[in-house]
């Protein structure tokens, strides 16, 4: 196992992608993915997946009356 991202194998780089990418690193600048057409290719079809999935479930909010609703039914339990 290689402990230089620009020299490790592309299976190592593979086993590290979740965890880049969820840390927030910036993976389009890593050494390993600046050489690797392969791994460049990869990272580039998961970002297309990733951002068509942000659109399906595009971010809802509740409605403002929502809370009062949940208030006022929790009262008439009392």
């Known amino acids: 196992m290689s402990t230089d991202p620009k020299n490790m194998s592309c299976e190592e780089f593979h086993a590290q992608l979740s965890d880049l990418v969820g840390?927030?690193?910036?993976?389009?600048?890593?050494?390993?993915?600046k050489d690797c057409d392969i791994c460049r290719q990869l990272y580039d079809e998961l970002q297309t997946i990733a951002d068509a999935a942000r659109q399906m479930f595009a971010d809802q909010q509740p409605e403002?009356?929502?809370?009062?609703?949940?208030?006022?039914?929790?009262k008439k339990e009392d």
């Open 64 to 74: 403002d009356s929502l809370w009062e609703r949940i208030e006022s039914a929790i």
């Open 23 to 33: 840390s927030g690193a910036d993976v389009e600048n890593h050494p390993h993915i």
